[in-house]
């Protein structure tokens, strides 16, 4: 039946992914000691650290699926799971490089060409190279299908490209944007075909990059704006008019991994250190079911990564982790509201004050960003069977 | 005033607000200066209290249809606090009431002594010692009812305020929430009872609950209206089920908040005891934010989330509305504990009670 | 603009009300002191007795809100309010009379000849005369439009009916049926068009009843066969044809009143005795959450008993109560589990667990009858404006 | 065994179980007994439980797919409690055990006391008094494996309560959950540490999470199959978009239940600490039940609620199973607790320890 899409096999245990995690552990206590960071909600979006993310590369810890001879080090999906869940529970300012780790290096893996793979991934590696993600336009919201950025081959074989992205993450501190465009005319009876994935040099001319702040006042996105744009013909990623199949590819990995629980942990720990003072049955109740949930969640998300040391490129198991995550992530404000009085406030005396404050302003976000709950159910009654 | 005269002054008030800009906070401009100004200057900062204290005159319900007018508008004045708790306690407690064009606050957090200069019996003289925290509008107040303790029971002193130094701190919404210290500071001053103190805090509360009352509801209307204009896989987003029944869902939540916080204001009119109204309006009126803030931002898309956006100055503001003047779970508390002082057998009596 | 029709005035405060409500207490005290009831949940659907209802026609407490030419007492329906909310609040066993005080009563007085109202109405009135509303069929589930039972004019001008009817609430005990039935084909063009309301005295000739147990075993519902039933032509209820109009109407009774809030508050009061004990301040706090969105409940419903007083026929705002009260109905059980530790069991000897047993077998029944939560969504979606 | 073992196993318990009909419990018919017979003859009471023992061999992974299996198919037999909690707990305990074609139970509630007949160092022989409470399949089990107190610590006993007397109750599905009271019941017993006890209750409380996993995937699969036939305003539910967002949360809800259990006996298997694991799951599952169970109501329709269905049988037992071997609060509070038994600051190893 249909619900079998949903379910994947039990993810292996790790000894090596238990290593590294203890590596990586001892390195963000020694951070944290130094000062090097502090910790914050939702840092894979807001944590902008170039000094942190170069760290990083120099562990080993970026790029670490990938081949050797682009900067990777061919370790398993389990490693980079331990690594990337150790560094978002501790609050680590992670953003600078996390697109481009998680979602633009195996894109280009897949379907790069030789030179671009050999020139950009270990630069991704080393933790020197950050991407953006150029699909969301003005007027697109979730439809991607309608989007309207156009390329045109010039003369010399190179894209022209005009149009504008918006919700891209950290552009104003990015190199490169993996951008979803029209390369020829909407066909109503087609809406997917004729899209393409470019590879775009953020630094050409013609690229404005205009910040779009969030509610809290926090600049974490942009809005990429095309102007005549030309970008080298050998800039084209994958297939000319195949770029609604690789995108839908690259969601699956975007939306499968321990960021889609983990934004708020840092409120949840912090929620942990009121309840181990106190005691409160209530409190400690709360904190059980919550931690029961996120213990869920990691053994959904571990067997995702397990699918993909196996080849499997399991997106609608990958929609359901992003739904069922994000759900969670805002449910964790309300949750420890329901049995603290403690008012958010970012100006709080209180350390859990500041946690409420931050985890709630960010919460808007954790639903949208990467398809909203509604489009990911809707993939989810797909696997299902039901449309 | 009749109800007519309320939908008068409602519009007056909106009237005024389209001459402003409400929507900007920043640490510089804390708050809507010129609207207070205009809102002052016709009256409007002392509508509920009487002329003989220098009031503008009419009833509780013509302050709160302002107050919810201004809340709809993410006015950033400190009218809700000086129309519905700060200036009623004030003349409750038979103290001079300032002149209504300057703001007037109130404080209920920290922890603030108050020793008698004189006989400490009826309004006084007292002398002040403590941290006001928590306190709306620090800064940009110039006058703080101030409910402080005594040996002899609660006192609520009237302190000038205009050019203290404060803490510049911020609600989620920026609107300024800061501490006074206070250290022998000389106020007018007079000595509640245990329960007038507790009318304070649920005054307060129910001032809270009634921005919020009408900050949902225009949510909710721009959500619906967002709904109708945006368009998604070729039609707008709320032809979609999925959008329907999330919009139905808040209209739900907005409805039934305002039907009790209504009834709540309704019940203090009628002079009747108003803990357990004020607590229940209170604690409806923060659960509904949890569901109609998420809506609202689930339906807005990315859009609703950008700082240009009008719904976030909403929606921060629920946000901290919640929490001030006592949290849901604080009032839940004492509004369970309230419905069960007749005894285990007394819930069903004292919830027809309440309002 | 659109949620104007969401609003409604706020009801007035009515000293008559308070007047017969304080008698209804009063009598119910005795009541139950006399042990002529239990209080369990639910009972406007399970508990049946006759002579209870009997005993409530005496004092004047059944159709109240009626001419005192048709056996009623002409009161107002704030008045009706407080007693049916009473009533409920004591779990008393209301079940027999209820369709025909709430929603049979006022259809017949609405639609029904004068033959028809002095016949039946003082019977209703006394709890004596007791109605099961026939809409549901078998296959038609929400979708009213697609109901196949067939009713067709005999030489004599009487009808006969032909089909089924289901979930007709304690037709066993009942003595009328008013019965939705097609009497002219189905025309795709006017899905609505060609159904009548028939008074059906389900004493006749070709009807029969057959008990429908519900998952605890409990029989409160029916399935009511008509086969070749002649029904009297003078039998016709309202207009031929104008069907679906008249039953829209009737869903705004069945939809606003205080039974779509509480079917579950023994439940509540059950856990007050339990929180007033133990003093607990999680408990305290979901007592008083809980009660919060139940006064918020009365109040909407208060409202609409308002609008009727005015004559108004507030359809959305009654969708709107039930689709907000049979969901807090449902929340009552899960909220209360959270903050005890009592197993839910018939056999508990903790009265709390009985109650939490009663309350969950009950729960698929709260958000499903008298139309289910997404079709009253729709409704209120139509009220904002959006289909 | 190795995997396509225990897919033969599973698919030798679903033969069976279509020769019975496991759905209707009565007073009289407290169980599937002719089932019983049929999984006994077929050796499968026995699995996981060695064959010097007396048992059929086979993993735990094999005992858990069949009490997965049954828990689906609504069987009424005591191969939970068998299997999975007493018959490893008296193995564990060294005493003898039953024949598997007996039905053997647990009681961990109530109040038991133990005194050593004989010196009361390891197994031995020991003296019963008190009630014990909650007892599943009480008038159905042959043997009952009793967690008793005494002077020197916890006692796991073997009782036999063939004929004994008990309250004739029964869970919300009908399936009987009685007390008995013993009075001076002499027994073979063993004493336990407190962590052994405490293992005991664990275990009990995977087997229901194990159970519920199970029942809650059969629901899911019954509802998506129900939507998609069942047709209203011309189309099948399952086209409505409503019903779709409702049907994916479901699926969420199962799918994560699913995960924490399966990695919960995964970690029983590899011999780790099994306490908090259990809790986890046991939460976890009793959660999604209060989802799962009302939204498969809702799709279902009326017809779901009626005794002929076959929804109930399952959504009844979820409701009674998250409250039995320790609701859902119970064990909310040991996890959590237990999660920070480490200090304030070790939640986070201490949940990368837990599966």
């Known amino acids: 039946m249909g619900s079998n899409s949903l379910t994947l096999a039990p993810a292996p245990r790790s000894a090596a992914a238990e290593e590294v995690r203890a590596e990586v552990r001892e390195f963000l ?92 991934l270990p630069r991704i590696a080393a933790g020197e190279c950050y991407f953006v993600i150029g699909m969301s336009e003005p007027d697109s919201g979730s439809d991607l299908a309608s989007i309207r950025t156009r390329a045109t081959r010039n003369g010399d074989g190179d894209w022209v490209v005009n149009g504008a992205k918006v919700w891209t993450s950290n552009a104003h501190t990015s190199h490169y944007a993996i951008t979803l465009v029209r390369t020829s ?60 199949h690789q995108v839908t590819a690259e969601l699956a990995f975007e939306r499968s991994g321990p960021e889609r629980f983990l934004s708020t942990y840092p409120l949840i720990a912090e929620f942990a250190r009121r309840a181990a003072e106190g005691q409160d049955p209530a409190q400690l109740a709360t904190l059980g079911r919550l931690s029961a949930r996120l213990l869920a969640l990691r053994q959904l998300s ?33 949750e420890v509201r329901r049995v603290v009085d403690v008012p958010a406030s970012l100006d709080s005396p209180d350390p859990l004050g500041r946690a409420l404050a931050e985890a709630q302003l960010h919460a808007p976000g954790y639903t949208l960003r990467g398809g909203t709950n509604e489009i990911l159910r809707g993939i989810v009654a797909r696997g299902l069977g039901l449309r | ?35 207070w100004s205009a809102l002052a200057a016709a009256g409007l900062t002392g509508v509920g209290l009487p002329e003989e204290a220098g009031g503008s005159g009419g009833e509780l319900a013509d302050a709160v249809a302002i107050v919810g007018a201004l809340a709809a508008g993410a006015a950033a004045v400190p009218v809700a606090e000086q129309l519905l708790v700060a200036a009623p306690a004030v003349l409750a ?33 007292w002398t002040l010692t403590g941290t006001a925290t928590d306190v709306a ?59 007038q103190a507790e ?72 002079g009747e005891s108003l803990v357990l109204a004020a607590a229940a309006a209170k604690v409806r009126a923060g659960a509904a934010v949890e569901v109609v803030a998420r809506l609202a931002h689930q339906v807005h898309g990315a859009i609703g989330f950008t700082q240009e956006h009008r719904l976030h100055h909403l929606t921060r503001r629920c946000w901290s509305w919640r929490d ?9 508390r004492v509004l369970g504990a309230g419905l069960l002082a007749d005894g285990p057998d007394g819930l069903w009596p004292a919830l027809t009670r309440v309002v």
């Open chain 2, 93 to 125: 407690a038979g103290l001079d009431l300032p002149a209504p064009e300057e703001p007037l606050s109130v404080a209920v957090d920290g922890a603030v002594t108050a020793e008698p200069r004189d006989d400490g019996d009826g309004p006084g003289s």
């Open chain 2, 1 to 35: 005033m009749t109800s007519s005269d309320v939908d008068l002054v409602v519009e007056t008030v909106r009237d005024i607000l389209t001459k402003f800009e409400p929507f900007v906070l920043t640490a510089e401009r804390p708050w809507d200066a010129g609207l």
């Open chain 1, 185 to 244: 005319p909407a066909d109503p009876a087609s809406r997917h075909a004729g899209l393409s994935q470019l590879l775009v040099d953020l630094s050409l001319p013609g690229i404005t990059v205009n910040p779009i702040r969030i509610l809290d006042g926090g600049h974490h996105f942009n809005e990429v704006v095309f102007e005549d744009v030309v970008i080298p013909g050998d800039m084209l990623l994958g297939e000319e008019g195949a770029g609604w």
């Open chain 1, 302 to 334: 571990l067997r995702i990564a397990g699918a993909l040391d196996r080849g499997e490129l399991p997106d609608i198991p990958a929609a359901l982790v992003k739904d069922v995550g994000t759900t969670f992530e805002a449910d964790v404000i309300d």
């Open chain 1, 29 to 120: 206590a020694a951070e944290l000691a130094a000062g090097s960071f502090t910790t914050h909600v939702d840092t894979w979006l807001s944590g902008v650290d170039p000094a942190f993310s170069r760290k990083l590369g120099e562990r080993g810890w970026l790029g670490m699926t990938w081949p050797k001879q682009y900067g990777g080090h061919e370790r398993t999906a389990m490693e980079r799971y331990a690594v990337t869940e150790e560094l978002l529970a501790a609050g680590a300012p992670v953003a600078a490089h996390w697109i481009a780790d998680r979602q633009s290096g195996p894109n280009l893996l897949r379907y790069g060409t030789e030179a671009q793979r050999a020139e950009i």
């Open chain 2, 324 to 332: 001030e003047a006592g949290t849901e779970t604080a009032w839940a």
């Open chain 2, 137 to 195: 509008w620090a800064g940009v107040a110039q006058h703080l009812a101030v409910l402080a303790t005594s040996a002899v029971g609660p006192v609520l002193a009237l302190v000038d305020v205009a050019g203290r130094e404060t803490t510049h701190a911020a609600n989620l919404a920026g609107e300024p929430r800061g501490s006074f210290v206070l250290q022998g500071v000389t106020a007018a001053g007079a000595l509640l009872t245990d329960a």
């Open chain 2, 199 to 270: 009318q304070l805090r649920a005054r307060y509360a129910l001032a809270r609950a009634v921005q919020l009352s009408a900050a949902l509801q225009q949510v909710l209307a721009w959500t619906v209206h967002h709904a109708g204009e945006r368009h998604q896989f070729g039609r707008p987003l709320g032809k979609f089920q999925a959008i329907q029944m999330e919009l139905a869902e808040m209209a739900g939540e907005v409805t039934a908040v305002a039907a009790l916080v209504d009834a709540a204001v309704q019940a203090v009119e009628r």
